[in-house]
């Protein structure tokens, strides 16, 4: 019989990117592994008091423009940055967009973290290819029809209700989405460049109407109502698949997704591993929080040749006093299981 001697196992950090990393700061990268946002995350609630424009020194020459945590109130007086590409408005008390037409050079505007009810006045900014209103009270994807330039959009930690008005933005390629009260997949099929496209912690129940998103490479819809692995057939390039913390039971639908190379369907509902045998590339499963008993399911792995990370903790057969040896002899090529590197 086949032995397999190892060390101690080494400790490390969870690694899970089902969320975009661009928008926000080190702080606020950090999301609980649900897909929420952290608690300790910026809050829409100012109590400070606003400082006027006119004590602050704008340079007229300066082309990346940071004006973050300085009570700015309202925008106004920015007209001598003609010169700007980036402009940062971030955590400040911003309640209205406005000032910014003469401003046509930028190419990246951060008004994340304000006070912020409506996307408006963004019309002359045709030149704008980054904008972050994340963390602010908008109800409306709106006010960026203009915006044909745009690769970056995140509106993570709204009160969107639905998607709409992108059909303009076809240059765009990453769109963050979590962290509002979305209920339907829609009104993407014009969003022909996207290659990411963040909606974890939102109320969707259904994968539907994503056909039109061809150079999709990472798709993340955790913590939402999803209980069928459907509507991903078109999505043949699709590398990055996040479903965790959904009702799914089934792993299924994954047909067409031959160059997954990372399944996160933890906290879920499964019984069984099947179906992605055919998933050769696939170097990350995370299985972590299901029902899965039968130790033969992990022969579904076994044409993953350069599969890495597993995770399977909370499963039943994390009870077997031999769990980690089992998994090492089933999938030889793992180098982590779970949280913990394993060392040879």
């Known amino acids: 019989m086949a032995t397999l001697s190892v060390g101690e196992p080494q400790e490390m950090e969870v690694d899970r990117r089902g969320e975009s990393e661009e928008s926000g700061d080190d702080e606020t990268k950090r999301k609980s592994i649900n897909g929420e946002a952290d608690p300790q995350q910026p809050s829409t609630d100012k109590e400070e008091s606003p400082v006027d424009m006119d004590t602050i020194t704008l340079d007229p020459e300066e082309e990346d423009v940071d004006l973050i945590h300085c009570r700015i109130g309202k925008i106004e ?90 059909d303009n933005l076809t240059n765009l390629e990453m769109l963050e989405l979590g962290s509002n009260r979305i209920r339907m997949i829609e009104n993407l099929d014009s969003l022909s460049s996207l290659q990411s496209l963040f909606l974890g912690t939102n109320k969707i129940t259904q994968l539907q109407n994503l056909d039109g998103l061809h150079n999709l490479t990472v798709l993340s819809i955790q913590s939402n109502r999803i209980t069928k692995m459907e509507g ?17 039971e089934v792993i299924e639908g994954l047909e067409n997704n031959k160059k997954l190379t990372t399944l ?30 039968n130790w033969s399911d992990l022969d579904e792995l076994k044409n993953a040749k350069g599969l890495e990370t597993v995770y399977l903790e909370r499963n039943p057969l994390q009870k077997d006093p031999q769990y980690r040896r089992k998994i090492m002899l089933a999938l030889p090529s793992v180098r982590q299981i779970d949280a913990t590197f394993i060392r040879f």
């Not at 069984?272 to 299901?290: C, G, P, R, V, Y």
């Open 232 to 248: 991903l057939q078109c999505l043949v390039n699709l590398k990055e698949l996040y479903l965790s913390h959904n009702g799914v």
């Open 77 to 166: 007086g920015l007209e001598v940055l003609q010169k700007a590409k980036t402009l940062s408005l971030r955590q400040n008390l911003i309640k209205c967009v406005e000032n910014l037409e003469s401003l046509v050079s930028l190419r990246e505007l951060d008004l994340y973290d304000n006070q912020i009810r409506k996307l408006e006045n963004l019309d002359a900014l045709t030149e704008l290819e980054q904008l972050d209103v994340s963390f602010n009270v908008l109800r409306k994807t709106e006010g960026v029809e203009q915006l044909s330039k745009l690769t970056k959009l995140f509106l993570l930690h709204n009160k969107i209700a639905s998607i709409a008005n992108l």
């Open 264 to 293: 996160d369907i933890a906290a879920n509902r499964i019984k069984k591993i099947e179906n992605i045998s055919h998933l050769t590339e696939l170097q990350e499963f995370w299985m972590n929080d299901n029902q899965i008993d």
